[in-house]
């Protein structure tokens, strides 16, 4: 059986001192999520020996890092581990997660390597991986780098001292000038009129949008530069994460989830640096945004009657996606995770243009691959758009140096200019009536308990449709599964003729199984929260570490 080293999203742990001992270190992981220098060395050698399971040539590797106090040490090990397989290793220095995207791309590398671990907390760090084409790896590939990675670490191996301090540097020396983040600004100005265009809107600044407009980076590659950008475009920006004490405390988007609010008085006492420097409003006024760690995703704050709302994932694509439709009647492709709002799928012939829908697996891999399938060689700007409540918007991007072939990144930085210029040019007309959506998750249970299609879950199953029977006329009772999600129970069904969803994962690598409940707004779900916990009830009894 696979000891898995990677999760939705790569691979994430606390970082410790390492261990000489290879297995123990790979143990860790799985047992403690920690990682450590050691894992990340045995990593890289697992990632440069399969590196030809990936599409490209060559065995060149790019390697950008967010700024986690042990990344330094973390990045020198994979480089140590990519080297010693005879890859080429190129530095692209501290950056957000699309900046290295790009970087793989304008490299023309066969492997991209992004050591972060995204929202977590400044102690942790991990790892998200990139092939030749921008894609994230899939699950397959990431098996097959496990299991090498368990071989390697059984095998008795010495590195010399002197190669090891030789490898554990890049192939060629750090240029500042070729840094990822250097080109990010003048890689968004390039999106920027690609944006322009898709949403009929000339400028980024509206009526609705405050004056100084706040931006948190969370102290991400972003806060150097993002707000000066913005005020270059006429919409006056400042930065508040740059004061905060490290990435990712007491900042950015990591700390909000979607639909969440606050009133006046609870922002201003909160130790959320953006939440804290907002200014009251009137309602509906855009008033502040916050980009996670690595930079990958965006969620924005809007003034409410009493204080400050979320505008999450969901709300951000259906703007950007309903504004573009209005201005243009070319059809659009639309994917969504099974996270997102109901209504974003199954109302598409709400908006002016035809839309063709994908559901998908939780992980923004998943709405690239979705995207990605029918992306066509164009000159201007697919219409496509992928979206995660979580405030990962997936986007095209031109390809460095092939006009008309575009490549699928989730950029924070991207997707609050998107939304920025949808917003000014928007008509409320067809956006989408929002439904309702739980997630709740149980902890500290055994996850081989759940495989989706075993005894448990047909209890789970029995007792959300007893549940439903109860509320109306259940039709249309369909559980499947999904590509992406080999445990996931996921479940379709209309009450009285309105769609609804389940489903039931076992997520990321930890001890934790996750219960995502979606109704459309015309489905009565006041009491819906006690079906969320008898379906958790049953989960934390009967999968018991």
Same mark, same amino acid.
């Given at each position: 059986?696979?000891?898995?080293?990677?999760?939705?999203?790569?691979?994430?742990?606390?970082?410790?001192?390492?261990?000489?001992?290879?297995?123990?270190?790979?143990?860790?992981?799985?047992?403690?999520?920690?990682?450590?220098?050691?894992?990340?060395?045995?990593?890289?050698?697992?990632?440069?020996?399969?590196?030809?399971?990936?599409?490209?040539?060559?065995?060149?590797?790019?390697?950008?890092?967010?700024?986690?106090?042990?990344?330094?040490?973390?990045?020198?090990?994979?480089?140590?581990?990519?080297?010693?397989?005879?890859?080429?290793?190129?530095?692209?220095?501290?950056?957000?997660?699309?900046?290295?995207?790009?970087?793989?791309?304008?490299?023309?590398?066969?492997?991209?390597?992004?050591?972060?671990?995204?929202? #977590?907390?400044?102690?942790?760090?991990?790892?998200?991986?990139?092939?030749?084409?921008?894609?994230?790896?899939?699950?397959?590939?990431?098996?097959?780098?496990?299991?090498?990675?368990?071989?390697?670490?059984?095998?008795?191996?010495?590195?010399?001292?002197?190669?090891?301090?030789? /490898?554990?540097?890049?192939?060629?020396?750090?240029?500042?000038?070729?840094?990822?983040? #250097?080109?990010?600004?003048?890689?968004?100005?390039?999106?920027?009129?690609?944006?322009?265009?898709?949403?009929?809107?000339?400028?980024?600044?509206?009526?609705?949008?405050?004056?100084?407009?706040?931006?948190?980076?969370?102290?991400?590659?972003?806060?150097?530069?993002?707000?000066?950008?913005?005020?270059?475009?006429?919409?006056?920006?400042?930065?508040?994460?740059?004061?905060?004490?490290?990435?990712?405390?007491?900042?950015?988007?990591?700390?909000?989830?979607?639909?969440?609010?606050?009133?006046?008085?609870?922002?201003?006492?909160?130790?959320?640096?953006? /939440?804290?420097?907002?200014?009251?409003?009137?309602?509906?006024?855009?008033?502040?945004?916050?980009?996670?760690?690595?930079?990958?995703?965006?969620?924005?704050?809007?003034?409410?009657?009493?204080?400050?709302?979320?505008?999450?994932?969901?709300?951000?694509?259906?703007?950007?996606?309903?504004?573009?439709?209005?201005?243009?009647?070319?059809?659009?492709?639309?994917?969504?995770?099974?996270?997102?709002?109901?209504?974003?799928?199954?109302?598409?012939?709400?908006?002016?243009?035809?839309?063709?829908?994908?559901?998908?697996?939780?992980?923004?891999?998943?709405?690239?691959?979705?995207?990605?399938?029918?992306?066509?060689?164009?000159?201007?700007?697919?219409?496509?758009?992928?979206?995660?409540?979580?405030?990962?918007?997936?986007?095209?991007?031109?390809?460095?140096?092939?006009?008309?072939?575009?490549?699928?990144?989730?950029?924070?930085?991207?997707?609050?200019?998107?939304?920025?210029?949808?917003?000014?040019?928007?008509?409320?007309?067809?956006?989408?009536?929002?439904?309702?959506?739980?997630?709740?998750?149980?902890?500290?249970?055994?996850?081989? /308990?759940?495989?989706?299609?075993?005894?448990?879950?047909?209890?789970?199953?029995?007792?959300?449709?007893?549940?439903?029977?109860?509320?109306?006329?259940?039709?249309?009772? #369909?559980?499947?599964?999904?590509?992406?999600?080999?445990?996931?129970? /996921?479940?379709?069904?209309?009450?009285?003729?309105?769609?609804?969803?389940?489903?039931?994962?076992?997520?990321?690598?930890?001890?934790?199984?996750?219960?995502?409940?979606?109704?459309?707004?015309?489905?009565?779900?006041?009491?819906?929260?006690?079906?969320?916990?008898?379906?958790?009830?049953?989960?934390?009894?009967?999968?018991?570490?």
């Amino acid at each position: 059986m696979t000891r898995r080293l990677f999760g939705t999203d790569g691979i994430r742990g606390k970082v410790i001192d390492a261990s000489s001992d290879e297995e123990a270190s790979i143990a860790a992981l799985h047992d403690q999520r920690v990682i450590s220098t050691t894992l990340l060395r045995i990593v890289g050698e697992a990632l440069g020996r399969t590196m030809d399971q990936l599409p490209g040539k060559g065995t060149k590797a790019v390697i950008g890092w967010d700024d986690r106090p042990k990344n330094t040490e973390l990045v020198a090990a994979l480089t140590l581990g990519l080297r010693l397989t005879g890859c080429t290793v190129v530095h692209v220095g501290m950056c957000a997660t699309p900046a290295l995207h790009r970087a793989t791309l304008r490299h023309q590398a066969r492997i991209g390597c992004m050591v972060t671990a995204s929202h #977590n907390p400044v102690s942790d760090s991990g790892l998200k991986v990139f092939d030749s084409l921008g894609y994230k790896t899939n699950p397959q590939y990431e098996d097959f780098v496990s299991n090498t990675a368990d071989a390697l670490a059984s095998e008795e191996r010495e590195i010399d001292a002197i190669d090891r301090a030789e /490898l554990s540097q890049p192939s060629q020396p750090y240029d500042a000038s070729m840094s990822a983040a #250097n080109h990010h600004p003048s890689w968004l100005s390039e999106r920027y009129a690609h944006f322009q265009f898709l949403t009929g809107a000339a400028e980024i600044k509206g009526a609705n949008v405050a004056r100084p407009f706040v931006i948190d980076a969370s102290k991400g590659a972003a806060h150097t530069w993002l707000a000066s950008w913005l005020s270059e475009q006429g919409l006056e920006s400042i930065e508040v994460s740059a004061e905060a004490p490290a990435l990712n405390l007491n900042c950015g988007a990591g700390d909000f989830s979607p639909t969440q609010t606050w009133t006046f008085e609870e922002a201003s006492n909160s130790p959320h640096m953006l /939440l804290r420097n907002l200014t009251p409003s009137p309602p509906g006024t855009l008033v502040g945004a916050a980009l996670d760690g690595d930079g990958d995703r965006c969620l924005v704050l809007q003034a409410t009657r009493d204080g400050f709302m979320v505008v999450d994932g969901d709300a951000i694509g259906d703007t950007i996606l309903s504004t573009a439709a209005l201005h243009s009647k070319a059809p659009w492709h639309l994917a969504a995770s099974i996270e997102s709002d109901l209504s974003l799928l199954a109302t598409a012939e709400r908006l002016p243009a035809l839309v063709k829908t994908s559901e998908t697996a939780v992980g923004d891999r998943w709405l690239s691959k979705a995207l990605g399938d029918s992306l066509p060689h164009s000159e201007t700007p697919p219409r496509s758009i992928g979206v995660e409540d979580s405030g990962h918007i997936v986007m095209p991007t031109p390809l460095p140096g092939k006009t008309g072939d575009w490549a699928l990144v989730g950029d924070g930085a991207a997707t609050l200019v998107a939304y920025l210029l949808a917003f000014s040019n928007q008509d409320a007309t067809h956006h989408m009536k929002r439904g309702w959506k739980q997630r709740r998750s149980v902890s500290g249970v055994d996850r081989t /308990l759940w495989s989706g299609q075993n005894q448990l879950a047909d209890q789970v199953e029995s007792t959300a449709k007893a549940f439903f029977e109860q509320q109306g006329t259940v039709e249309q009772w #369909n559980r499947h599964g999904l590509e992406g999600e080999s445990n996931l129970m /996921l479940i379709s069904f209309e009450v009285d003729g309105h769609p609804a969803s389940l489903g039931v994962r076992n997520s990321g690598t930890q001890a934790k199984i996750s219960v995502s409940l979606r109704l459309s707004p015309n489905i009565n779900s006041a009491n819906a929260p006690d079906l969320m916990s008898s379906l958790t009830n049953i989960l934390s009894a009967e999968m018991k570490a």
